[in-house]
């Protein structure tokens, strides 16, 4: 994952101060978890200790949250490595059917 550590530090700092964070973006594929926006606020969280974020789920598969953040990098400038990975992933016809969501509590 391409994260950035200091913005997770910033929002570690932040989050232990009480301030409150918008919520994350995810994507339910068939009971599996996906983070479509708000990684390093999942970071910082679990940094913290939270085992609980607030997010707003609707309904995709991991395909789409790949699809998004290509279009989202390409838009902002991500690093092309990270780009390219997500492409790869894209591509490969097991990453729909792969396991790596989280799950629904």
Do not use: Q
């Amino acid at each position: 994952m391409f994260l950035d550590k200091d913005k997770i530090k910033r929002f570690e700092t932040a989050m232990r101060r009480g301030e409150r964070f918008p919520a994350i973006a995810v994507v339910d594929d068939a009971g599996r978890l996906f983070v479509r926006n708000g990684f390093h606020r999942v970071a910082a969280a679990r940094a913290c200790g939270r085992a609980v974020i607030d997010a707003y789920v609707s309904l995709g598969s991991a395909s789409d949250v790949a699809r998004h953040c290509i279009c989202r990098g390409k838009a902002e400038g991500w690093d092309p490595a990270r780009i390219e990975y997500l492409e790869r992933a894209l591509a490969d016809r097991r990453f729909a059917r792969s396991g790596v969501g989280g799950r629904k509590e």
